[in-house]
């Protein structure tokens, strides 16, 4: 069974950058996927980020594709979110997931726990 | 802001049946499957319907989707208070190359 954790600080000054982990288990993210990060700031929906492949190939929500940048780490099974210039629009719980099918706009069905950022100083 | 436009809430005691409508247009849920996610209080969202239609293995059939043109809608019936959680709809939008959620509706179990 997949499960994925992410991992990162919990606290981060604005105009810093933000930087989280998503360690994956029970599969092998070489072998085929895409995975990727969702957002949800407090008392609010979720808002998807983008999503990697283990090659490398990368989809970015247009409206944060300036300041994203997802990299995969095959070696140590994880991939992780840069997020620069961060505002306090920017606090919230986020999730690494996967979309299902190895197709980067199915359904996510596989969600990690979630960790909360908040940016302030 | 949302795209996908969903009633804040819903309510009824247990036992009855709810539905709830996500709307959007016909560069995301006319052209693309909808899934449904619920998120119970203090956790991560679950999948609970994708494809439209489909359950995944141990979502009971009490809860179902369907969808017609631009307009999608989830439906519970036996409704029991563990069911109480924000559902959230979700669908690839092919305008912003984006994946993209409703904007969240509250179950209250009466």
């Known amino acids: 069974q997949v499960q994925l954790q992410e991992s990162g600080p919990g606290l981060v000054k604005p105009s810093e950058t933000l930087s989280l982990t998503c360690t994956v288990s029970?599969?092998?993210?070489?072998?085929?996927?895409?995975w990727g990060w969702i957002r949800q700031p407090p008392g609010k929906g979720p808002e998807w980020i983008g999503v990697?492949?283990?090659?490398?190939?990368?989809y970015y929500n247009p409206s944060l594709k300036s300041r994203v940048t997802i990299s995969v780490d095959t070696s140590k099974n994880q991939f992780s979110l840069n997020l620069s210039s961060v505002t306090a629009a920017d606090t919230a719980a986020y999730y690494c997931v996967r979309p299902a099918g190895g197709i980067p706009r199915h359904y996510l069905d596989c969600w990690g726990q979630g960790t909360l950022v908040t940016v302030s100083s | 802001q949302s795209v996908l436009t969903q009633p804040p809430s819903v309510s009824a005691a247990p036992g009855q049946k709810v539905t709830i409508s996500c709307s959007g247009s016909n560069s995301n849920i006319e052209n693309n499957y909808v899934s449904w996610y619920q998120q119970l209080p203090g956790t991560a969202p679950k999948l609970l319907i994708f494809?439209?239609?489909k359950r995944p293995s141990g979502i009971p059939d009490r809860f179902s989707g369907s969808k017609s043109g631009t307009s999608a809608t989830l439906g519970i019936t036996g409704l029991q208070t563990g069911d109480e959680a924000d559902y959230y709809c979700?669908?690839?939008?092919?305008?912003?190359?984006?994946?993209?959620f409703g904007t969240g509706t509250k179950v209250t179990v009466l």
């Open positions: 494809d439209s239609n």
């Open positions: 029970g599969y092998s993210i070489s072998s085929g996927y895409y």
């Open positions: 979700g669908t690839w939008d092919s305008s912003l190359n984006a994946y993209v």
């Open positions: 990697i492949y283990h090659s490398g190939s990368t």
